[in-house]
């Protein structure tokens, strides 16, 4: 079973920032590509960005374009979603994800999440 453990949550002002971490066991990160995505209080999980295998193609919500980043290095088998310019309502806990390709919604394993919250 592959395992994906993220890391780097916390509070931080708004207009701060913060960078997630995903570790992946095995060589996940090297053969899928790599998802995040961010559940608010209340509110459904919704994608936040992703990565191809070999880092080269990304793809980002709307919500997010400009301000966050989506990287990966296959040869330590982590991710990286570098948060800038943040804002309350990016508030939620955040989950990595192993999927097929950085074009599909389909999720092959989840991390556990990470809280992220934003303080106006």
């Known amino acids: 079973q592959v395992q994906l453990v993220e890391s780097g949550g916390g509070l931080v002002q708004t207009g701060g920032s913060l960078r997630l971490s995903c570790a992946a066991s095995?060589?996940?990160?090297?053969?899928?590509?790599m998802g995040w995505f961010r559940q608010a209080p209340g509110k459904e999980r919704e994608f936040v960005g992703a990565?191809?295998?070999?880092?080269?193609?990304?793809r980002y919500a709307d919500s997010v374009k400009g301000r966050f980043t989506i990287s990966r290095d296959n040869g330590k088998n982590t991710g990286y979603l570098q948060m800038n310019s943040l804002k309350p309502e990016d508030t939620g806990v955040y989950y990595c994800?192993?999927?097929?390709?950085?074009?599909?919604?389909?999720?092959?394993?989840w991390g556990q999440g990470t809280q992220v919250t934003v303080s106006s």
């Open positions: 095995g060589r996940t990160l090297s053969t899928n590509a």
């Open positions: 994800a192993a999927m097929p390709n950085s074009y599909t919604s389909y999720v092959n394993y």
């Open positions: 990565v191809s295998w070999n880092g080269l193609a990304t």
